[in-house]
């Protein structure tokens, strides 16, 4: 008997390419309208094949990439971001950051424990997979040590999610595969490029809020991180078109200024998604029939 050569051994085949998918970017609880816009699109018929998030978009990426209705979704949204899981502050955080030597402050430091988010988030999630949810998902996180852009594809829900939205000096990094990762949002704000492979690209994003003025040194800060933000999500953006993806945005118009965890907004909010989508539907049918690459909506 002969054996086979290797060269004629059948190779495994490729993952399909994704025809259409969402992409759900940075903005704490506005990240929420993403699950209007999924309403709208399925209410037409429309079914993106591939979610991709990043920072809090990752949270209702996964319930939209879990199968959860908007109704569903938003009730266990409420549950997972929120005021309460960020309250849980470490007692050892102030003496690290007044006597960093003393405190023994290290890159591990952060304001906030995770016990509570995590576990609603297993609750959610449970031992679920990125490779087994009914949507493939893609999450993004940043490597702390190097500054680099990192891609999951597979793995824990529960750890890509908690390793995505780790702000530093909120949360802990997350160690996944021997690299330690923090926010998303630090690298790739809205990941349009995290599904560059698409036929197109439907992604709901939100400008970083500046302060309306500066009266306190977290202020001054929020003013900077969020000019840094903004600038890097509209270079990402253009690289993205440059590069010749075909991708459509969406900015839902809101009628008040909401809070990071301001889940009493969650309502309308999706609402908001829910609306902007049905405006835009035509550009979004355009997108999916292969013509030429949009601007934002």
Not at 97 to 109: K, T
């Amino acid at each position: 008997m002969h054996a086979t050569p290797l060269c004629q051994l059948a190779a495994p085949a490729a993952p399909p390419q994704p025809r259409f998918a969402i992409a759900v970017g940075s903005g704490g609880v506005r990240s929420v309208a993403a699950l209007g816009m999924m309403q709208a699109l399925t209410q037409h018929g429309l079914r993106p094949d591939l979610v991709v998030g990043c920072s809090t978009g990752t949270i209702f990426g996964a319930l939209i990439a879990a199968g959860h209705g908007a109704d569903d979704a938003v009730r266990i949204a409420t549950t997972l971001w929120s005021p309460e899981v960020a309250s849980q502050r470490r007692w050892r955080a102030l003496p690290q950051m007044l006597w960093p030597r003393l405190g023994r402050f290290d890159a591990d430091f952060a304001m906030r424990h995770d016990h509570r988010i995590m576990r609603r988030l297993r609750q959610a999630f449970g031992n679920l997979q990125l490779d087994e949810l009914p949507l493939p998902m893609r999450v993004v996180a940043t490597d702390a040590a190097t500054g680099e852009r990192v891609v999951l594809r597979s793995g824990s829900v529960v750890q890509a999610l908690r390793a995505s939205f780790a702000l530093p000096f909120m949360f802990t990094p997350v160690t996944i595969d021997g690299r330690r990762l923090v926010d998303g949002c630090l690298t790739d704000p809205l990941p349009v490029s995290a599904a560059a492979d698409a036929q197109a690209v439907l992604a709901l994003g939100f400008p970083a809020p500046m302060p309306h003025r500066i009266d306190r040194p977290s202020r001054l800060l929020a003013q900077v991180s969020s000019s840094l933000l903004n600038n890097l999500m509209q270079s990402r953006l253009a690289e993205a078109r440059v590069g010749g993806q075909r991708l459509l945005r969406l900015e839902p118009q809101l009628d008040r200024r909401v809070g990071l965890f301001d889940t009493a907004a969650m309502p309308a909010l999706v609402e908001a998604g829910r609306r902007a989508t049905e405006v835009a539907l035509p550009a979004v049918l355009a997108l999916l029939q292969r013509g030429p690459a949009l601007a934002a909506a």
